[in-house]
Nanobody
């Protein structure tokens, strides 16, 4: 079993930056690709970014390319999502997920509880 705990969410203004963290425990961290998804009220959960097992590859959703950066520290079993130039439309609950496959689909095996990010205009 793998446990994921997100942190770092909050209320910010448009144009601000915020960094989310995802602490992973339970199994060998480097065996898993890690992704961030988000879900706004009334909308489907959508892909934000993913990082491969050793951080050698990353993948971003079109709506965050150039603004968000995903990284992982395998020594700390933690993945980060640095979010810059935040927009009100980035407001959502952000989830991290772990899985054996590096993908932008919802096919991850383990999920965290989420952290709220609210961007005011």
């Amino acid at each position: 079993q793998v446990q994921l705990v997100e942190s770092g969410g909050g209320l910010v203004q448009a144009g601000d930056s915020l960094t989310l963290s995802c602490a992973v425990s339970g199994r060998t961290f480097s065996n898993y690709a890690i992704a961030w998804f988000r879900q706004a009220p009334g909308k489907d959960r959508e892909f934000v970014a993913a990082v491969a097992w050793r951080g050698e590859n990353t993948y971003y959703g079109d709506h965050v390319k150039g603004r968000f950066t995903i990284s992982r520290d395998n020594a700390k079993n933690t993945v980060y999502l640095e979010m810059n130039s935040l927009k009100p439309e980035d407001t959502a609950v952000y989830y991290c997920a772990a899985g054996a496959i590096f993908t932008n689909r919802l096919e991850y095996d383990y999920w965290g509880q989420g952290t709220q990010v609210t961007v005011s205009s």
